[in-house]
């Protein structure tokens, strides 16, 4: 009767569905993902450490690689014969103009060293936010030797930082200075060529500052982006895009730091750590471990340890250990990584920090803006030149591997205060994405980098969910 019934009303209001719409009612469409083809770079990976080596070494490792690269940029700008280049600073002669090759030290008088606070017995100053001052002056240094630079405002010394390997042209003065007429840097270098952008868009996201478990960690903000990146969430279109995700790196600051914790103050008094303390201070780690189980469940992810997160110190920042994630570290797919990381995503070469080389920078130049600061290591060609004297590194011995000896097509900075982008030129056709990655608590941002077109977009999660009251 009902089959009859059915047959009879066919197309009335009351009909039977046909077995055709059931399934396509009950069928969950999903887009397949493909795995990119990726290859971590180990550059910034430390094998064996050893604290016995003295931070001289790297300074002479940087030297020794600028050198001929700043001999050649001087050579095209001024000419090798009409200016001597001379091998070292000791080989200046006075009144004569030449071109010397060294190592910048930025002298900052309000920069307070170790044994000012013995020799005084005030209470001790909070350091500034920034330290530059109109007495801020430059010494060039190289292995023979070290002379001041002399020469006005046009040096532009409220732009520079120390560890700089530089070309300068001028003339040595009888009193032993040396009076320069400009500095050159080493430039741009090389870009590689991007793959040609044939087929579908491919898709690279990264995500920053997460802060799991920070007073203003926005949780439902954070679980919308993951679910996004899954593909679980979207209209039909951003689903198909998600589809084409082939990695997602995190970079940095993952959790909230410690001291930002309401329990900080407590422990700190106490000397003692309880129970409940305890919990509090694991709830995080478990919150994050499950966020990322359920992101590298679908995609691969690479994730970087930030200032905040439980990594060493010193620069290069080491992987996160995996007992802190347990449960997504089972998944073959998420990656714990250093910070700097580089990375080589279907022919596309990123490169990228968790934001302290620039944050480090912006406490000794005039202009903080963090954009210009990060063009600037790449005309610096050196991701971190503040280390190791402002910006505690480890004392590596045989290399330098802050020192950029070809440029990435992405560069990225994480745990930026806002998202920008833009392009720098490498003066033979190749062209630098950079971007700033945003804190995603302070703008509940993930940035999106098309590996085929090198456009960069955006996409915000800003959830109106305030809690009960």
Same mark, same amino acid.
């Given at each position: 009767?009902?089959?009859?019934?059915?047959?009879?009303?066919?197309?009335?209001?009351?009909?039977?569905?046909?077995?055709?719409?059931?399934?396509?009612?009950?069928?969950?469409?999903?887009?397949? +993902?493909?795995?990119?083809?990726?290859?971590?770079?180990?550059?910034?990976?430390?094998?064996?450490?050893?604290?016995?080596?003295?931070?001289?070494?790297?300074?002479?490792?940087?030297?020794?690689?600028?050198?001929?690269?700043?001999?050649?940029?001087?050579?095209?700008?001024?000419?090798?014969?009409?200016?001597?280049?001379?091998?070292?600073?000791?080989?200046?002669?006075?009144?004569?103009?030449?071109?010397?090759?060294?190592?910048?030290?930025?002298?900052?008088?309000?920069?307070?060293?170790?044994?000012?606070?013995?020799?005084?017995?005030?209470?001790?100053?909070?350091?500034?936010?920034?330290?530059?001052?109109?007495?801020?002056?430059?010494?060039?240094?190289?292995?023979?030797?070290?002379?001041?630079?002399?020469?006005?405002?046009?040096?532009?010394?409220?732009?520079?930082?120390?560890?700089?390997?530089?070309?300068?042209?001028?003339?040595?003065?009888?009193?032993?200075?040396?009076?320069?007429?400009?500095?050159?840097?080493?430039?741009?270098?090389?870009?590689?060529?991007?793959?040609?952008?044939?087929?579908?868009?491919?898709?690279?996201?990264?995500?920053?500052?997460?802060?799991?478990?920070?007073?203003?960690?926005?949780?439902?903000?954070?679980?919308?982006?993951?679910?996004?990146?899954?593909?679980?969430?979207?209209?039909?279109?951003?689903?198909?895009?998600?589809?084409?995700?082939?990695?997602?790196?995190?970079?940095?600051?993952?959790?909230?730091?410690?001291?930002?914790?309401?329990?900080?103050?407590?422990?700190?008094?106490?000397?003692?750590?309880?129970?409940?303390?305890?919990?509090?201070?694991?709830?995080?780690? +478990?919150?994050?471990?499950?966020?990322?189980?359920?992101?590298?469940?679908?995609?691969?992810?690479?994730?970087?340890?930030?200032?905040?997160?439980?990594?060493?110190?010193?620069?290069?920042?080491?992987?996160?250990?995996?007992?802190?994630?347990?449960?997504?570290?089972?998944?073959?797919?998420?990656?714990?990584?250093?910070?700097?990381?580089?990375?080589?995503?279907?022919?596309?070469?990123?490169?990228?920090?968790?934001?302290?080389?620039?944050?480090n920078i912006q406490r000794y130049v005039a202009g903080d803006d963090a954009m210009d600061i990060a063009k600037n290591t790449l005309m610096w060609r050196h991701l971190a030149p503040t280390a190791?004297?402002?910006?505690?590194?480890?004392?590596?011995?045989?290399?330098?591997?802050?020192?950029?000896?070809?440029?990435?097509?992405?560069?990225?900075?994480?745990?930026?205060?806002?998202?920008?982008?833009?392009?720098?030129?490498?003066?033979?056709?190749?062209?630098?994405?950079?971007?700033?990655?945003?804190?995603?608590?302070?703008?509940?941002?993930?940035?999106?980098?098309?590996?085929?077109?090198?456009?960069?977009?955006?996409?915000?999660?800003?959830?109106?969910?305030?809690?009960?009251?």
């Amino acid at each position: 009767m009902g089959k009859r019934a059915a047959s009879d009303n066919k197309g009335g209001l009351l009909a039977l569905p046909t077995v055709a719409e059931l399934e396509d009612t009950l069928t969950v469409k999903k887009h397949q +993902r493909h795995a990119a083809e990726a290859e971590v770079s180990k550059q910034f990976v430390i094998e064996k450490r050893t604290f016995d080596n003295q931070y001289a070494e790297i300074y002479s490792h940087r030297l020794k690689i600028l050198r001929p690269v700043v001999a050649q940029a001087a050579e095209r700008k001024w000419g090798k014969d009409k200016i001597p280049v001379c091998e070292k600073l000791l080989q200046i002669k006075d009144q004569q103009e030449c071109v010397v090759i060294g190592t910048l030290y930025k002298h900052m008088p309000l920069i307070r060293r170790v044994l000012d606070d013995f020799k005084e017995k005030s209470i001790p100053v909070p350091p500034p936010q920034n330290y530059t001052s109109d007495k801020d002056s430059l010494v060039l240094e190289d292995e023979s030797g070290r002379t001041t630079l002399v020469g006005g405002d046009h040096l532009g010394i409220s732009s520079l930082v120390t560890g700089i390997v530089v070309a300068v042209r001028g003339t040595s003065t009888t009193g032993g200075e040396f009076e320069a007429k400009e500095i050159l840097f080493p430039g741009v270098a090389d870009v590689p060529e991007p793959p040609s952008s044939k087929g579908e868009d491919k898709y690279v996201a990264i995500l920053s500052g997460a802060n799991v478990g920070g007073i203003d960690n926005d949780t439902l903000s954070l679980q919308l982006a993951i679910d996004f990146l899954s593909g679980q969430l979207g209209t039909e279109e951003q689903q198909r895009m998600m589809s084409n995700l082939q990695r997602v790196i995190v970079a940095g600051n993952s959790l909230s730091k410690l001291e930002d914790s309401t329990e900080f103050a407590a422990i700190q008094t106490n000397g003692k750590v309880s129970l409940r303390q305890q919990r509090h201070i694991v709830t995080p780690l +478990r919150e994050l471990d499950g966020l990322f189980t359920q992101l590298s469940s679908s995609v691969e992810v690479d994730v970087m340890p930030g200032s905040g997160d439980p990594s060493n110190y010193t620069y290069p920042q080491q992987a996160l250990n995996g007992c802190l994630l347990p449960m997504s570290t089972s998944n073959k797919s998420l990656n714990l990584s250093t910070n700097p990381y580089s990375c080589v995503i279907n022919g596309v070469h990123f490169l990228g920090t968790s934001g302290q080389n620039v944050e480090n920078i912006q406490r000794y130049v005039a202009g903080d803006d963090a954009m210009d600061i990060a063009k600037n290591t790449l005309m610096w060609r050196h991701l971190a030149p503040t280390a190791p004297d402002q910006l505690a590194c480890y004392p590596f011995h045989s290399n330098d591997p802050f020192v950029m000896t070809s440029s990435p097509n992405v560069y990225f900075i994480g745990n930026a205060d806002k998202f920008e982008t833009t392009t720098v030129e490498d003066g033979r056709g190749g062209k630098v994405t950079v971007v700033m990655v945003p804190s995603f608590t302070k703008e509940k941002k993930i940035v999106l980098v098309n590996c085929n077109t090198m456009e960069v977009t955006t996409m915000s999660f800003q959830s109106s969910y305030k809690g009960l009251n």
